[in-house]
């Protein structure tokens, strides 16, 4: 293949690091939420109402980091309905994360009509040059020329394995999500932890829903987040619920998404409609070697009811 | 006398249709083994949630230390240093044995983990209970994980320790060990309650019994008071037989001829390997052993439910290996699963169609199209008499039924087709004294008509009270068989947990001929 310098390399690759940034916040949040024993496949319609939320308020507030935590609040609000939902009323959490993922989707496209209408652009965030680890040749510009989200989406894997493996939080987390039953009778509240961790998890989805708009298109349109929602939901079983392993997966898809982007962009002489099916060929397969034999919190999926009696 | 540690007050708890506890009083004293004492349904175990914080009581006080308390949830009782081992561990498998210990604890944001293993190791000198703080749940046999429970409750400060069928899942060494644990910790000064129904070890362990029956108190006896005969007759309400006559057995020809079958267990792992065993005609084989050890398999091969990978399973010479269920049944196998109400019964369907399970498609109950309602019907009627079991309606579904008679009624059907070989699995497990002897003597009676039956069962008395020769099932293979004269509970014990049997050893002390 000519026609590839290392310039284009570098796009490609620091677009690849980029892109990562939503799978990351939002596959980082659902593993939380799953490890707590709850899916949530409401990602998808939690990113779109981050994404619009994050845009407009960015849009008439003048600041994306309003915008980004205005996302965090809508987040927070579509998780604590999440768990209302399926962790008090213990309703089906397949069904109620459908639910969720259509009430996000038809809202946000519904805002976006009343109060927008038309795409309009944005002042989104500006990459932030890290002093002399951006003069790195090469990696410089792939790793550390990067907007405030992409680092932050980065330092929430080691932080993120810290809280679920050396805190008592994370014990607790883990524990709920493993064998409810021990958790409770040891005097931890497991319908808390799972309120705590779908809230938490929400947020993150609505951040990776912003990062689109705000930090990423520098504006809105419909299906915006193309099933990076889902993606991530699938990202969580392919790292195998820990973050190192999400990590490894969300650059995978990312890179060859980066890498299909480009080919279009820039006419690369590489068949174009492989291109395009190459993210989702990569997932398919890395899901399938990735199977196999699959440690999954053992109560996920199963609202806890406290003593049958005996 | 000593101020007791918790005084309960005229318990009363409801659930719909159901007075689970009734003005229920108990007293723990420290220092004293308690033991509660009930068949299924007494209220025990309801009681023992109650004191664990898992119900609230709907009248009466729980005093700890003479102070009135409120227990909301178990932290609460954790607190007044209640603990409970439950019977079914709760327990994280993939956890340390630290991380399930620490689990709960409110003292830190992080996980201290050294200073966690020094705490786990005082406790576990002070009171004999060594443990390696960092094997994982999953490793450890069963009397060491429930050995992390004791040692979780001690951590958390429980001066009250409750345990639920302690020894259920227990070798008789393991049991031993245990019992030595909570003296250790009786000694010291805890209140240890054992919920139990069985006798021989409220005898040997209890200072203090207190008797539930359809949740009142039906008696409290001191140390000096107990004898089985008064707890059962306190636990019932009237004499039971504790030990049936024995014929003694008459058997004859072998009619189950297992030899060297392996078969692979769900997860095709093999469960049985190479394992070789004969039941004759006439006599109760009683097969023991911790479960997991291929039980399940075996039955399941046995009835034509599981494919075996080599080997052959012949009933009266005639190979049956690879037929299937119904040819197998038509020659005259009986399935009694430990599973009574799903594989044993279907839940939705009545008492009739239960009863008809098996030879509905026979011309006496079907004809070319249509079941005979009426034959069906007659057919259940007598069974049902026969066998006393106890219902409101035939046509109602059989879920409603208590476990004895779920038992009785499965039973019924299987004993009514006359079989030359009934395998019956864990056939008295979560049954209460009555229906335990109503069944047993099912079993006998069975036997006193020629058919073979091979016994599986954990419990040990079942087996050394019914069979005519006991066998012991590790790993997969038959560890060692005795006639029932030469039986010993001990040696049984040690084979259940994997030890050689004594010819084996003997061959091994041999010196080499040549």
């Keep these: 293949m000519e026609g590839i310098n290392s310039e284009i390399i570098i796009v490609i690759l620091a677009t690849g690091i980029r892109l990562a940034a939503p799978f990351l916040l939002a596959a980082l949040g659902e593993m939380f939420t799953q490890r707590s024993g709850v899916y949530n496949l409401g990602v998808e319609g939690i990113m779109m109402m981050g994404a619009f939320v994050g845009f407009f308020i960015t849009l008439i507030g003048g600041s994306p980091l309003l915008g980004i935590a205005a996302s965090l609040v809508v987040g927070a609000l579509m998780g604590l309905l999440m ?144 099933g990076r929602g889902f993606i991530s939901i699938a990202l969580v079983y392919f790292g195998r619920w820990s973050p190192w392993g999400i990590m490894l997966g969300a650059l995978l898809f990312s890179m060859a998404d980066s890498f299909q982007s480009m080919v279009q962009v820039l006419g690369i002489n590489f068949p174009y409609e492989l291109a395009v099916v190459l993210p989702y060929v990569i997932t398919i397969f890395a899901l399938a070697i990735s199977f196999g034999r699959v440690w999954g919190p053992a109560a996920l999926g199963k609202p806890f009811q406290r003593g049958t009696r005996g | 006398m000593k101020e007791p540690l918790i005084s309960l007050q005229g318990i009363v708890k409801k659930f719909p249709g159901v007075l689970a506890n009734d003005h229920v009083n108990m007293e723990l004293y420290p220092g004293e083994i308690h033991a509660v004492l009930g068949e299924n349904g007494s209220g025990k175990s309801t009681l023992m949630s109650i004191l664990a914080g898992l119900y609230r009581p709907d009248l009466g006080k729980i005093m700890v230390s003479g102070v009135e308390q409120k227990f909301r949830s178990p932290r609460d009782a954790i607190f007044y240093g209640i603990g409970m081992v439950h019977q079914h561990f709760k327990l994280v498998e993939p956890f340390s044995v630290a991380e399930n210990i620490t689990l709960g604890e409110k003292d830190s944001f992080l996980l201290s983990k050294e200073k966690l293993k020094t705490k786990i190791h005082e406790l576990g000198e002070k009171y004999g209970l060594k443990i390696n703080p960092d094997a994982k749940i999953w490793q450890l046999s069963v009397g060491e994980k429930q050995r992390v429970e004791i040692v979780r409750m001690l951590y958390r400060g429980s001066k009250v320790l409750v345990l639920d069928e302690p020894t259920a899942v227990l070798t008789p060494q393991e049991a031993q060990e245990l019992f030595n644990n909570l003296r250790r910790l009786a000694s010291a000064n805890c209140a240890v309650v054992l919920i139990t129904h069985k006798l021989n070890e409220v005898q040997e362990i209890a200072d203090r019994v207190t008797v539930l029956r359809q949740g009142k108190v039906a008696g409290v006896l001191e140390k000096n008071q107990i004898t089985a005969q008064e707890m059962v007759r306190l636990m019932v309400g009237r004499e039971v037989a504790l030990n049936y006559e024995r014929k003694p057995s008459s058997a004859g020809r072998v009619v189950l001829d297992l030899e060297k079958v392996t078969a692979l267990n769900d997860l095709g792992i093999p469960s049985l390997r190479e394992c070789s065993l004969r039941v004759r005609e006439g006599e ?204 010993n509970l001990e040696e049984v014990g040690l084979l259940m947990m994997g030890s050689r049997s004594v010819e084996e050893r003997i061959d091994d002390n041999e010196p080499a001929c040549l």
């Design chain 2, 284 to 487: 109760i084989f009683g097969l023991a052993g911790v479960s997991g050890n291929g039980q399940r398999e075996l039955a399941e091969v046995i009835a034509g439910l599981r494919r075996i990978e080599s080997g052959k399973v012949s009933l009266d010479s005639q190979e049956i290996s690879h037929r299937s269920p119904r040819e197998i049944i038509d020659l005259g196998v009986s399935y009694v699963p430990e599973d009574r109400l799903g594989m044993g019964l279907v839940p939705q369907l009545n008492t009739m169609e239960n009863l008809i399970l098996k030879n509905y498609h026979q011309p006496e109950y079907s004809g070319r199209w249509l079941l005979k309602p009426k034959v069906i019907q007659k057919h259940a009627e007598v069974l049902v008499d026969q066998y006393q079991v106890k219902l409101a309606s035939l046509h109602q579904p059989v879920k409603s039924l208590s476990g004895g008679n779920l038992q009785k009624l499965l039973l019924a059907r299987e004993i009514s087709g006359a079989p030359k070989l009934m395998v019956v699995i864990y056939p008295a497990r979560g049954l209460d004294i009555g229906a335990t002897e109503a069944v047993h003597k099912l079993l006998l009676e069975l036997k006193s008509r020629k058919t073979a039956i091979l016994l599986i069962s954990e419990d040990l008395d079942e087996i050394l009270k019914l069979a005519d020769r006991v066998g012991v099932i590790f790993n997969g293979q038959l560890n060692g068989e005795f006639p029932i004269e030469q039986t």
């Design chain 1, 83 to 226: 768990a209302v939902v399926s962790v008090t009323f213990k309703a089906e959490q397949g069904i109620s994360g459908i639910g969720l993922y259509m009430l996000g989707w038809g809202l946000s496209g519904l805002l976006f009509r009343l109060y927008v209408g038309a795409i309009t652009t944005i002042d989104g965030l500006k990459p932030v040059a890290i002093p002399l680890l951006s003069d790195i040749p090469f990696l410089g510009p792939i790793l550390f020329n990067q907007n405030g989200l992409v680092y932050s989406a980065f330092l929430l894997v080691p932080i993120s394995a810290f809280i679920l493996y050396k805190t008592t939080w994370g014990l607790n987390v883990r524990a709920v999500g493993t064998m409810p039953e021990a958790a409770d009778t040891l005097g931890v509240s497991v319908q808390g932890i799972r309120y705590q961790c779908l809230i938490v998890g929400s947020m993150l989805a609505g951040l990776a829903g912003a990062f689109l708009t705000v930090g990423h298109a520098n504006m809105y349109a419909d299906n915006i987040t193309a």
